[in-house]
């Protein structure tokens, strides 16, 4: 027969146990660190360098969700991520603005290219990307975009401004929805021109039979920030551990990792580290 005292006990073990249960859950998810990032930094292959890297001095897991930076914003916004390795300036300084950022800081730069079959229908090789812009469309080339609101379509669409044009609608124009490598891919196939950071360009070239048509214009410029959230909005943020890969991003040694990536492969730097820069330094 159970009495009651015995009935308390085992109430009072069972409360004990989930509160024990509970903790340990907690704990293991406060060491995972959700990472909303572009793809440019998956496909190039930066992150496999310097994720492990960050997981093992600081001890906590990174849980990397590669999409496009308007994407990674948005999670941002939900509190659907603990920190941000985003490439789109303005759309950036909004998210800040909205109070869902509490710090912007500046970690490395490389640049965006046009790319495009060998052959150049458009005949746009050596100009500016405005007449590239402007070529591809009196051409009707085939011209592939991400399509994604990715900080590269951010780009893309700014370029299409400035040349003043719209290409929505037109058979040649033609959204992808993909990521960057994906997108090359499909480029690739269809013998079209796209945009892409020269990066993750670099790291997928030999399969694709693209080249490098247009690069060098200022306008071209691919600046990277890291983001910490603001854990007002969304206390459930692990604030501790965005904060820790934020520190690592810029700190001396990733730094140092980041301006030698790519050269032993490619014979020059895929990236260009900028922590600690006057932002105005870059244009921006």
Not at 118 to 144: E, H, N, Q
Not at 158 to 185: I, S, V
Not at 244 to 255: E, H, R, T
Request: no cysteine.
């Amino acid at each position: 027969m159970i009495t009651k005292q015995i009935l308390t006990r085992i109430t009072t073990v069972a409360v004990t146990l989930a509160i024990l249960v509970s903790g340990t859950i907690s704990m293991a998810a406060s060491k995972t660190v959700i990472l909303a990032t572009t793809t440019s930094t998956q496909d190039s292959g930066l992150l496999d360098v310097l994720v492990p890297l960050f997981e093992k001095e600081s001890g906590f897991l990174v849980k990397t969700i590669s999409v496009g930076s308007g994407q990674a914003m948005k999670m941002g916004e939900k509190g659907e991520a603990d920190v941000l390795l985003v490439h789109s300036p303005d759309a950036e300084k909004k998210f800040m603005a909205g109070g869902f950022g509490v710090t912007r800081t500046l970690v490395m730069h490389n640049d965006f290219i046009i790319v495009g079959p060998a052959s150049d229908p458009a005949k746009i090789k050596g100009g500016t990307a405005a007449d590239a812009m402007r070529l591809i469309a009196k051409t009707g080339s085939i011209f592939l975009s991400r399509g994604d609101n990715s900080g590269t379509h951010a780009k893309e669409k700014g370029l299409w401004k400035g040349a003043a044009l719209n290409p929505d609608g037109r058979k040649w124009y033609q959204q992808t929805g993909l990521g960057m490598g994906q997108t090359l891919n499909v480029a690739a196939e269809k013998k079209g021109y796209t945009l892409t950071d020269r990066a993750t360009y670099l790291a997928l070239k030999k399969a694709l039979g693209l080249e490098i048509l247009v690069e060098g214009d200022g306008r071209l410029l691919n600046v990277y920030h890291v983001i910490e959230l603001n854990t007002v909005k969304w206390p459930k943020v692990n604030a501790q551990g965005g904060k820790a890969f934020a520190d690592f991003m810029v700190a001396k040694k990733s730094q140092a990792i980041i301006g030698r990536f790519g050269v032993e492969k490619y014979g020059a730097p895929l990236f260009f580290p900028d922590a600690g820069k006057n932002p105005a330094s870059l244009g921006l």
